[in-house]
């Protein structure tokens, strides 16, 4: 007769797990002693029934952005690297209300920015698919921490596909959930253009289903938020015939080889599984959208950093990137925001009329494989030059201007054996109807289960 594990054999798992890749790949930072993680596993195992919350005895470990009590909260900088923090985020509260025991950060790019994940206080985090290639970022320590089985629960946040493009880049599930469906944290400006939100991580979507549950919820502090969504955990694995997709491909996009035949494969999988899918044009140049995005994100990048940046010792340990960002944003004009904002919401407009004919539409999760390590970012994508640090993941941008819900799938592997992932984005509010999809691909396809990770690569 089988028995089920005790909270402490679950976590000590997970600990072998860490103990046997985190060394390799650098994910997990900040960690907590393991006898104070079981010693808090031993007291979880004696609550009654009634005080167990949904995430009950689960370790997870934060994303090194966000605040988590008695942890360092670096955000991968040297500016912040002592920084410890004196109170858990809104979000961090949650997961740990829930019943989960909080062992550590995520490894994270400096400051979030960049889809790589390396910082100069904790380093370089691997791919776990091949230790010389990046793991993608900004989320990519969540990431791998999934990957390699360190954590079953991850938390992430995405501005520009952090949570989509190190899912794909390691073989599992991440979701941007609608913008406003988890808050942010109270304090500061809760009024002007918010382009991030966190969400969940997972190796498939009831997990998803079950850390964006937790997450999710208003909070009254703030005035934005939706006070009347429930999310669904009760995913079936129902046929998905009637269900309608849209390909974006024709969106004039650079693509390394081997992108656009994974795409199509992973359409074609769609169609053999029940779906209908459709190529079609859409109502504005891939152009436009990107420069209403950099426009928007520099001039928030620059409000949020501006006082770091008049500390002349603190702007000098500030990478280029950062840089660049901050300094475009401080050269802005006030009509520059206005015309973006405009943009914004004309884009908006035209997505909300061109989704309500489908269920979801399909965009890879990335532009191109995982790249080298020592690479900083991508400079050309076969011969197309690229002029900015991210041009490269412009692809995501399309659900990240206008706070549309998106998941990236876990949909295959390139012909170096490295995963690839494509993003599932559909209207606003329409998070339980992707999960739903994404339960039905998952039990279609099972590509995290099917094919883990290996030391031997």
């Known amino acids: 007769m089988k028995t089920e594990k005790s909270i402490t054999e679950q976590i000590e798992f997970r600990l072998g797990q860490i103990r046997k890749w985190n060394p390799k790949v650098n994910a997990i930072v900040s ?6 993680i079981l010693e808090e596993a031993y007291f979880k195992d004696k609550l009654p029934l009634e005080d167990r919350g949904i995430l009950h005895g689960e370790i997870i470990a934060i994303k090194d952005l966000a605040n988590a009590k008695g942890f360092r909260t670096t955000q991968g900088s040297p500016i912040f690297a002592k920084d410890v923090a004196s109170k858990d985020d809104l979000v961090v509260a949650r997961i740990r209300a829930a019943g989960a025991i909080i062992i550590g950060k995520t490894n994270t790019p400096e400051l979030g920015l960049g889809s790589n994940t390396f910082n100069p206080v904790f380093g370089v985090t691997k791919n776990p698919y091949n230790l010389r290639k990046s793991a993608g970022g900004s989320s990519g320590g969540a990431a791998v ?8 629960y991850a938390d992430g946040s995405d501005m520009m596909g952090s949570l989509r493009n190190p899912a794909a880049w390691n073989n599992i599930y991440g979701m941007r959930p609608t913008w406003g469906l988890v808050p942010s944290e109270p304090g500061n400006d809760v009024y002007l253009h918010k382009l991030s939100t966190s969400g969940p991580m997972a190796k498939n979507p009831r997990d998803l289903a079950t850390l964006l549950k937790v997450m999710a ?5 703030q005035p934005n938020g939706v006070p009347f969504f429930e999310v669904d955990t009760s995913l079936s694995s129902s046929s998905l015939k009637d269900i309608k997709i849209a390909s974006f491909m024709r969106w004039d996009l650079p693509f390394e080889d081997g992108i656009r035949n994974l795409t199509d494969r992973a359409l074609k999988r769609f169609e053999d599984l029940g779906a209908s899918v459709e190529v079609v ?16 994100r520099s001039w ?13 010792e603190k702007r000098k340990l500030m990478k280029k990137p950062l840089l660049w960002e901050i300094n475009r944003g401080l050269s802005l004009k006030s009509e520059d925001i206005v015309q973006a904002s405009k943009t914004r ?3 908006f407009e035209k997505m909300a009329s061109l989704l309500s004919k489908y269920d979801g539409a399909v965009l890879p999760s990335a532009q191109v494989q995982p790249f080298d390590i020592d690479k900083e970012y991508p400079e050309t994508i076969s011969n197309f030059s690229l002029d900015t640090y991210h041009r490269w993941m412009q692809v995501v941008v399309p659900a990240s201007l206008i706070g549309l819900p998106a998941i990236s799938l876990p949909a295959g592997f390139c012909e170096n054996n490295l995963p690839f992932g494509i993003q599932l984005i559909g209207k606003q509010f329409s998070d339980n109807h992707l999960l739903q999809i994404a339960e039905c691909w998952h039990k279609a396809t099972s590509f995290p289960e099917k094919y883990p990770p290996s030391l031997i690569n």
Request: proline residues 2%; aromatic residues 8%.
């Open 31 to 36: 960690l907590r002693e393991e006898d104070e």
């Open 145 to 152: 921490a999934l990957a390699c089985d360190m954590l079953r």
């Open 217 to 221: 919820g208003k909070d009254e502090r």
């Open 281 to 296: 044009n859409l109502p504005m140049s891939m152009e436009k959208v990107w420069e209403a995005w950099i426009t928007l």
């Open 300 to 312: 928030s990048i620059s409000n949020s950093l501006s006082e770091e940046f008049k500390d002349l």
């Open 345 to 347: 919401s004309e884009w």
